[in-house]
């Protein structure tokens, strides 16, 4: 087979020197019209080809760089904190360090409680209860992040002598967001409401964040 | 048609030989020297370009000198930085004048930007002079929060805390990219760390950009107050002697005001409270960026409701990154044929509103987040968008210009016959 392919090859050049100069140029013509047609010859599909694995190992080899920003295992292990609440009185809040970041631990009064639930659904940017913001038969305890969900200040009104803001709850001075006694976003730019980080009462007295 | 200027001749055999083997010498030639040629009418506010490098200069060696002894960790950086004050030879020179210097590095910044809006300096074929004089703008503003945030006072952890936020607006990812862009779920030692290399290399980038603005200019030439390309030789003169001249007065008075502030109010643009160890569990009060940031700072708090199924905070963040890139839009959006505002009177009326506009929003920015300021600086925000966004792009078409002469030479003729 090889040796008569062979042949008929020799044979065609063989007559493209005797004469037949059209031969090659209508090749060169069909070659052009197959490129034309795909828009890809073979070193073109090289290229890209080529281009294309350095590129993916450029991406890979820049994923090592990417991560090691994230934060460190010492950082992003810190899991939990347990924090005794029997000596919150009603009314008072105390600030607890999670993940380093604050977070209110607020005991509720009474009243606070019922000027939370006097508010309509409808009335809130964030609409939620204090009931689905706290634990079941502890609504007199929220507990929330004190980072404001604008841009992350600590806002006012965990001490009796800050202000509380309007809504008698927290009132962030970075950019002017007001919270109520639920923690609930009611002015200001902050889109949520304060959030409630994962947590439970591991006692009636001892709740573990995190 | 482009005006030749004399080429580079060397005059002696070393300079010849080392023409041909690395022509710096020529590249200042022609860059800086006889063979750069300047429209001859140019006014002072055609310095603060040569201003804003000497001020990034400044930086770059008062900040090579204290990163020598400043340690960038979270217990130690407060602390590294008093001693630079108390204990190191001269540090406290070399940190007000790091200080100082920022703020009239953003100074000169904010006239030369000024500059080339009122004569349309960003208008055809100088767009991408712009373009990268915005980027420019951009680093500057990125380094600037990078290194206040190093000082690790009140008004730095809690400018990182409220800065890194604005990432979490990102739909979805927006948490995540916060805290990978802090290494931690608030700002900690790493942030310290990734801050001050940050910090550290910027400066050498935006030294690189400004070779690209400074080469785009010089592809076109500088433009001058009239507007008017030059045509002729006796409209230029050249950067060496004339301009050099001109400059080196300018950075003497530059220099006259940076010494006067180094020596006498060091702290004058610095908050207090920056002098209070960070505390991550108590943010104070007010806290506000440092003066350069007032107006877009006013423009981040002006968004306080929903609306559009967009909620205030994706508003503001998106308010204040247009209130930066809408400079870079300018030349899009500013179609009138007459370059500058000499010609353009209706433009002059509007130009200095905005200037005192911009006034209105940094005094605002300043204010606590309260009213009146809040609903000012809303109102100062709407004449902002409204100057870019309406008023420029509908000026050309009801506006009447003044006759624009046909030459710089006519032009300054008349000015000084009138």
């Known amino acids: ?210 | 048609m482009k005006l030749s200027p004399p080429p580079y001749q060397p005059k002696n055999a070393f300079t010849r030989w080392l023409d041909d083997r690395l022509p710096v010498i020529r590249l200042w030639h022609d860059v800086m020297g006889k063979g750069y040629l300047v429209p001859r009418n140019l006014n002072w506010l055609w310095n603060f370009g040569v201003l804003a490098g000497i001020a990034l200069t400044i930086q770059i060696i008062t900040g090579l000198a204290l990163a020598m002894h400043y340690v960038a960790s979270s217990n130690e950086a407060f602390n590294s930085i008093e001693a630079i004050m108390r204990y190191v030879g001269f540090g406290w020179l070399i940190r007000y004048g790091h200080m100082v210097g920022a703020s009239l590095f953003f100074a000169a910044l904010y006239i030369h930007m000024f500059r080339g809006v009122y004569y349309g300096s960003y208008k055809a074929p100088r767009e991408v002079v712009w373009l990268i004089g915005v980027l420019l703008f951009m680093l500057a503003m990125a380094t600037a929060f990078l290194g206040y945030s190093l000082v690790w006072g009140q008004m730095s952890y809690w400018a990182a805390q409220v800065i890194t936020g604005l990432f979490s607006v990102v739909p979805f990812v927006g948490e995540k990219i916060r805290i990978w862009v802090l290494g931690g779920f608030a700002p900690n030692a790493a942030t310290v760390n990734r801050f001050f290399v940050l910090h550290f290399t910027l400066p050498f980038v935006i030294l690189a950009v400004v070779g690209l603005h400074v080469w785009a200019l010089h592809r076109q030439g500088s433009g001058n107050p009239t507007g008017i390309e030059v045509k002729k030789a006796e409209e230029v003169v050249p950067m060496q002697p004339y301009y050099i001249a001109k400059d080196l007065v300018a950075i003497g008075v530059f220099l006259l005001i940076f010494c006067s502030l180094v020596f006498f109010y060091p702290n004058i643009f610095t908050d207090p409270d920056n002098y209070i160890p960070a505390n991550p569990f108590s943010t104070p009060a007010h806290i506000k960026p440092e003066w350069y940031f007032w107006p877009f700072y006013a423009v981040l708090r002006s968004f306080t409701v929903n609306f559009m199924g967009i909620p205030a905070k994706l508003w503001g963040v998106l308010g204040m990154g247009l209130s930066v890139l809408v400079w870079g839009l300018l030349p899009w959006l500013d179609n009138s044929p007459v370059r500058s505002g000499r010609y353009r009177p209706v433009f002059r009326c509007f130009f200095l509103l905005f200037m005192a506009d911009i006034l209105l929003l940094g005094f605002c920015g300043k204010q606590p987040a309260e009213e009146p300021w809040i609903r000012l600086g809303q109102w100062a925000s709407l004449y902002y968008f409204a100057f870019f966004l309406v008023i420029l792009p509908i000026l050309p078409l009801v506006e009447k210009t003044k006759a624009v002469p046909s030459s710089v030479e006519e032009a300054e003729k008349k000015r000084t016959d009138a």
Not at chain 1, 176 to 195: C, E, K, M, Q, Y
């Open chain 1, 1 to 210: 087979m090889k040796n008569s392919e062979a042949k008929n090859g020799k044979g065609d050049m063989s007559k493209d020197v005797e004469g037949h100069a059209f031969k090659k140029p209508q090749a060169d013509l069909s070659e052009q019209t197959d490129k034309a047609l795909s828009g890809l010859d073979r070193r073109d599909f090289l290229n890209v080809a080529a281009v294309g694995i350095a590129g993916m190992g450029v991406c890979g080899a820049a994923i090592p760089f990417i991560a090691q920003m994230n934060p460190s295992k010492d950082v992003s292990e810190q899991s939990k904190t347990e924090v005794d609440i029997s000596t919150i009185q009603p009314g008072q809040t105390v600030k607890v360090v999670w993940r380093d970041q604050p977070v209110f631990i607020r005991h509720l009064t009474e009243q606070e409680i019922t000027e939370a639930n006097a508010v309509a659904l409808s009335d809130l940017r964030d609409p939620e209860t204090l009931e689905q913001r706290t634990k079941a038969g502890k609504t007199n305890w929220l507990v929330t992040m004190a980072v404001c969900t604008h841009l992350g200040c600590i806002p006012q009104g965990s001490n009796s002598s800050e202000p509380r803001g309007e809504y008698g709850g927290y009132i962030c001075s970075c950019h002017g967001s007001a919270f109520d006694t639920a923690g609930r976003i009611r002015r200001g730019p902050a889109p949520t409401n304060l959030v409630v980080p994962p947590y439970r009462f591991i006692s009636p007295s001892v709740i573990s964040i995190g």
